[in-house]
């Protein structure tokens, strides 16, 4: 890597974010199709996002619903945006169609308890997103990495 | 079969080498973060150089585990901006914490191993989770950011 010592860190810290390409790249080949891993050949049943997708539609949904009701709910415009772009990543990545809505959701009945409703969703959707990047194939770990770690961060802007 | 199961273990391995050149610059940086706080800010500083020292030193095991040579930290590192008062050391801050990141997301699609994926998630998150703290001291930082660790 024709990178100084001295360039380090200015360097690396940047340059590691295009190392993705490098590490993916190489990685790619041998990784996405000699592996054991069950999932590698295609497999006739759903795509197993679909069921990530729809939690996170749900999720979505249920911010709807608090901000409707309570729009100054702490972090929840900020977060809701957030999922909205999970929403586009999975559904651009599955293939599948625009939603149909998720059942309704009750919105509790004050700011403190919708927020806390959040909370417990977020945690809930961060270890769903976990365990799908667990199982997924390469080209998949790296987003759905992502995910997991974003719903684990709103824990800090939702109180 | 043999050859290609062999590429992926040096895959990882070359992943794992380059959180760890990730974590030895974060490191390096919390050094420089931690002297330009006020006192009563520095906690999370501290807490954080302990973190990014804890992933280093497991970054390392792991690396000598696969017979690999854990690289070693830069004597000097470039700053990526003046860091000289509070508010650039807060800065500084949230480029240490976007840089690994970035690294851990680099590496999760070569590490194939379930635990050492895992490992990686838990880096990407704890990195999302204090670069949004550190956001939330900047003011003009988005507060949050949907991909973390993604360009």
């Known amino acids: 890597m024709p990178l100084t010592r001295r360039r380090f860190l200015a360097g690396s810290l940047r340059v590691l974010g295009g190392g993705t390409a490098l590490v993916a790249a190489s990685a790619c080949d041998p990784l996405g199709r000699s592996g054991p891993r069950p999932r590698r050949s295609p497999s006739p049943g759903p795509d197993p996002l679909l069921e990530l997708l729809a939690a996170e539609r749900a999720l979505l949904s249920q911010y709807d619903v608090v901000l409707a009701r309570f729009p100054a709910a702490p972090g929840a415009a900020a977060v809701r945006a957030d999922h909205a772009a999970h929403v586009d990543a999975l559904r651009a990545l599955v293939h599948a169609p625009a939603a149909a809505s998720p059942a309704p959701v009750s919105p509790p009945g004050t700011t403190a308890a919708a927020v806390a409703m959040l909370r417990a969703a977020e945690t809930s959707a961060a270890a769903r997103a976990t365990d799908a990047c667990l199982a997924a194939p390469a080209a998949r770990a790296a987003l759905l990495g992502s995910i997991a770690a974003c719903e684990t961060a709103h824990l800090v802007l939702l109180r | 079969m043999t050859a290609s199961l062999s590429s992926g273990a040096a895959a990882e391995t070359a992943a794992l080498q380059q959180v760890l050149a990730a974590e030895h610059a974060a490191v390096w940086g919390y050094g420089v973060v931690g002297g330009l706080l006020p006192a009563p800010a520095q906690e999370p500083a501290r807490s954080a150089d302990r973190a990014h020292r804890m992933r280093r030193d497991t970054l390392s095991a792991l690396l000598a585990g696969r017979a690999a040579t854990p690289v070693a930290a830069a004597p000097d590192y470039d700053l990526p901006f003046s860091v000289a008062d ?19 997301h680099a590496a999760l699609a070569a590490l194939t191993t379930a635990d050492l994926r895992r490992l ?5 998150t704890d990195a999302a989770t204090r670069g949004l703290q550190w956001r939330l001291t900047v003011p003009g930082e988005a507060s949050t950011v949907p991909f973390p660790g993604s360009a």
Do not use: D, I, P
């Open chain 2, 120 to 124: 990686a998630v838990t880096g990407l």
């Open chain 2, 86 to 104: 509070a508010g650039a050391a807060r800065r500084l801050a949230v480029h240490l914490e976007k840089g690994t990141a970035a690294a851990w």
